[in-house]
T-cell receptor, first 111, second 113 residues
C-alpha cells in the first residue's frame, strides 16, 4: 500500500552542524510534501512544504529538496540550535487530502 | 490559545466509560480531521470532515464516533475503548480539503485502563 519511509529515526548533531532527514514515498501521484516539527508535549507545526513542480525550497536555515524520479525528498537544517531539538515528520500527499506521514525523526541538538 | 484548541489535554478512562474529546477552531477553515498518534507509528488518519460533512472514515472501529455540528467544532465520542486505544488524539484543520498545510491542536493524551 501507500507508505512513506523516513530515516533516520533518531539523529544527534552538535550545535552548529547540519542535520538531514530523508523520506521516500511509494505513490508516484504524490505532488505535495509538507514537513512538521513537534516539540515535546506540543502540537505538530508546519515548518516548510514543497510542491512537485519545484526541486528545492529554502526558508532561512531550513531547506527541502525533492527528487520526483527517485521518489524521495529531504529536509536540511543548517547551523542547528538547541531549539531545533524535536520530532520531525514528513508527509506525501497524492493529490487528495490523504496525507501519508512518515514515522518521525527525533532530532537532538547537543550544546 | 489561538488556532486549534483541544480539550481535555489529558484523559484517563475505564473500558466501560463514555467520554468525548472536543476540538474547536476559529481560523475560518472548512476542513477538520481527527488523527491518532501512537509511539513509533505514523500519524493515522481517522476521520475527515469538510463543511461539517464527513468525507472519510478510515476504517475506524465503531467505538469511536465523530460529530461535527458546524465547521468550527469537532467531537470524538468514545465508548467501550480498549487499552490499545491509548494514544495522543490530534485534531487538525485546513483551509479546504486538498494540499494545504494543517494547523494541529495540542492533542488529548488518552489512557484507557
Amino acid at each position: 500500500g501507500e507508505n512513506v519511509e523516513q530515516h533516520p529515526s533518531t539523529l544527534s548533531v552538535q550545535e552548529g552542524d547540519s542535520a538531514v532527514i530523508k523520506c521516500t514515498y511509494s505513490d508516484s501521484a504524490s505532488n505535495y510534501f509538507p514537513w512538521y516539527k513537534q516539540e515535546l508535549g506540543k502540537r505538530p507545526q508546519l515548518i516548510i512544504d514543497i510542491r512537485s513542480n519545484v526541486g528545492e525550497k529554502k526558508d532561512q536555515r531550513i531547506a527541502v529538496t525533492l527528487n520526483k524520479t527517485a521518489k524521495h525528498f529531504s529536509l536540511h537544517i543548517t547551523e542547528t540550535q538547541p531549539e531545533d531539538s524535536a520530532v520531525y515528520f514528513c508527509a506525501a500527499v497524492p493529490g487528495t487530502y490523504k496525507y501519508i506521514f512518515g514515522t518521525g525523526t527525533r532530532l537532538k541538538v547537543l550544546a | 490559545e489561538t488556532g486549534v484548541t483541544q480539550t481535555p489535554r489529558h484523559l484517563v478512562m475505564g473500558m466501560t466509560n463514555k467520554k468525548s474529546l472536543k476540538c474547536e477552531q476559529h481560523l475560518g477553515h472548512n476542513a477538520m480531521y481527527w488523527y491518532k498518534q501512537s509511539a513509533k507509528k505514523p500519524l493515522e488518519l481517522m476521520f475527515v470532515y469538510n463543511f461539517k460533512e464527513q468525507t472519510e472514515n478510515n476504517s475506524v472501529p465503531s467505538r469511536f464516533s465523530p460529530e461535527c455540528p458546524n465547521s468550527s467544532h469537532l467531537f470524538l465520542h468514545l465508548h467501550t475503548l480498549q487499552p490499545e486505544d491509548s494514544a495522543l488524539y490530534l485534531c487538525a484543520s485546513s483551509q479546504d480539503l486538498g494540499q494545504y498545510g494543517y494547523t494541529f491542536g495540542s492533542g488529548t493524551r488518552l489512557t484507557v485502563v
